[in-house]
């Protein structure tokens, strides 16, 4: 799949660092967020979600904070590997079913 | 399952002709989502299906732009006519609900030139 490429925020680590990529999503009344991983040539890829009434929630390496106050989501990837090399979406889902995506931010990991 | 599956994986036309994606969901899967990707926009959503109705159209962006979901298993996109600025990536995506997290296929790369 082709992302947006040339002007995506882009994060570089080192093999078996921890990742941390930020979002700021934009409605109050979202009761749902997802992290999607998209590697080159393929469809976003279902990571991890939240529910707007959970502040954390972790799975395999990955974990996932929710800040409603100031409308911030996170995601933490644990000792970061060459195969998470990919970019990174956030999205909310609005009232309803609408899911909208966040423009993305790109994960370089160092060998 | 095979996951959504989603034809042509390439597609190059030229301006003006009609074009038409198609789509597979998820056998189950009672939503079905149709995306675009550009590097300028992002994951824009088209339309929405849900039980095989249209529920949502309104990020369709021209009347140039079609969707139809005559089953649970299959949904088309079509534009006629095609434009350049049509160019770009087609996802489509399906759920078991409106309010999960989506299964995408892996999208067709659309070029008109």
């Known amino acids: 799949g082709e992302s947006v490429g040339l002007h995506l925020p882009t994060l570089s680590v080192q093999e078996g660092d921890n990742s941390i990529i930020n979002c700021a999503y934009s409605n109050s009344a979202s009761d749902y967020f997802i992290w999607y991983k998209q590697e080159s040539g393929k469809g976003p890829q279902f990571i991890i979600d939240?529910?707007?009434?959970?502040d954390k929630r972790q799975g395999q390496r990955v974990t996932v904070l929710l800040n409603k106050t100031v409308k911030h989501l996170s995601l933490q990837i644990a000792a970061t590997q060459p195969g998470d090399s990919a970019v990174y979406f956030c999205a909310e889902r609005l009232e309803g079913f609408k899911t909208i995506f966040g423009a993305g931010t790109r994960l370089f990991v160092k060998a | 399952d095979a996951g959504v599956i989603q034809s042509p994986r390439h597609e190059v036309t030229e301006m003006g002709q009609e074009v038409t994606l198609r789509c597979k969901p998820i056998s189950g899967h009672n939503s079905l989502f149709w995306y675009r990707q550009t590097m300028m926009r992002g994951l824009e959503l088209l339309i929405y299906f849900n039980n095989n109705v249209p529920i949502d159209d309104s990020g369709m962006p021209e009347d140039r732009f079609s969707a139809k979901m005559p089953n649970a298993s299959f949904s088309t996109l079509k534009i006629q006519p095609s434009e350049p600025r049509d160019s770009a990536v087609y996802f489509c995506a399906s759920s078991l609900d409106r309010v999960g997290s989506y299964t995408f296929g892996s999208g067709t790369r659309l070029t008109v030139v």
């Open positions: 939240i529910r707007s009434n959970m």
